[in-house]
């Protein structure tokens, strides 16, 4: 073998040994970093679990919030729903009960069991030199004393009436009205 030859085979040698080596670092490089990134996807899969359970915790959370406040609202809304039908009785019987007042004074008029009179100004009537037929009230009947009253037909004491029954019927409507605003509103 001449120099060359050897040389040759050297070389040869040489070069093998560096495709090994080469290749055992590339296997090794390839193992090494498999690793790495076996452990990054499974600390990146953990993260992901813990983000994913974070949320879930906080959606839970809210969840609940929300069907606690929804749960307060329907209890403030049921309790001034009683509240309001608590009124609405109310104002009810005080309807009710005005107008059986009413049809009492109305079948009391009806039937002349009560009259209906009203306070004339004697001087008034002085001055036109007659007393239109109205009489000085008794002392023991009348408010005031020594009065001229004047009684009312029977049929304008059932229209006074009738309009005192409608005042009385706006006046607690309007009652009602305010209460449900006030309640509405507090």
């Keep these: 073998m001449s ?15 560096c495709a090994i080596g080469a290749r055992a670092a590339w296997v090794w490089q390839t193992n090494a970093y498999g690793k790495q990134l076996a452990e990054q996807a499974d600390d990146y899969e953990k993260q992901l679990a813990d983000k994913d359970r974070a949320y879930g915790r906080e959606r839970e959370e809210a969840a609940a919030s929300a069907l ?3 749960a307060a609202q329907q209890d403030a809304r049921r309790a001034l729903e009683a ?42 009537l002085l001055g036109t030199g007659c007393d239109s037929g109205m009489r000085k009230a008794s002392d023991t009947g009348g408010v005031v004393y020594g009065t001229v009253r004047a009684q009312l037909d029977r049929a304008h004491a059932q229209r006074i009436v009738a ?24």
């Design 163 to 186: 309009i005192t029954d409608d005042g009385n019927r706006g006046l607690i409507a309007l009652q009602a009205c305010q209460a449900y605003v006030r309640e509405v509103t507090r």
């Design 83 to 124: 509240r309001l039908q608590d009124q609405t009785k109310t104002h009810w019987k005080e309807m009710n009960d005005a107008q059986q007042a009413q049809a009492r004074l109305r079948d009391r008029l009806a039937t002349a069991d009560l009259r209906l009179s009203v306070l004339v100004d004697a001087g008034a």
């Design 3 to 17: 120099a060359w030859g050897t040389r040759l085979i050297a070389l040869a040698a040489l070069v093998m040994a």
């Design 68 to 70: 606690n406040q929804l």
